[in-house]
């Protein structure tokens, strides 16, 4: 009977071994992990009365457009705003964007350094929703948040 309790043991502690092994595998795909060491700030900002072009240019600009027979609505979120447009670069970019519906997240994008800029269009049905937030992230200077009253 010790024989049997010894191998059950032994086969729980692999089972656990090996899911331990592939979340961390699958943590490690992610923006935070591979770019640690470039993602200088994550300090939460919102553009003031008179933003300044630093500001304009972190600050999430949100348009809706129709909305389709099935009640998906167009939504377009631009980092940048009054023809301020982010810059991408390997080592300054927008890390991520997300759009929340009164508190709850709708959508999430990541973004590779260097290789896109800061816009995303998301189909997102919007019944009830009252506000819509974005938020983005660039890698130097922090989560930025817009958000508009529907």
Known sequence: ???????????????AT???TMANETIEKTPYTQYRDKIYN????????K?????????????IGK?????????????????????STKDHWIDFIELEGDGALLARTFFEPG???GYVA???????????TAREGCNKHGIWKE????
């Open 147 to 150: 958000s508009i009253n529907l």
């Open 1 to 15: 009977m010790e024989r049997r309790n010894f191998l059950k043991l032994g086969a729980v502690a692999l089972v």
């Open 122 to 132: 998301y189909k997102v049905k919007l019944n009830g929703i009252k506000k819509l």
């Open 67 to 87: 909305t389709d027979n099935k009640g998906y609505t167009l939504v377009e979120i631009t980092v940048g705003q009054e023809g301020i447009i982010h810059p």
């Open 51 to 63: 933003p300044t072009k630093g500001e304009l240019k972190h600050t999430p600009d949100i348009k």
């Open 115 to 117: 290789t896109s800029m």
């Open 18 to 20: 090996s899911t331990q």
């Open 42 to 49: 994550r300090n939460t900002y919102t553009k003031s009365d």
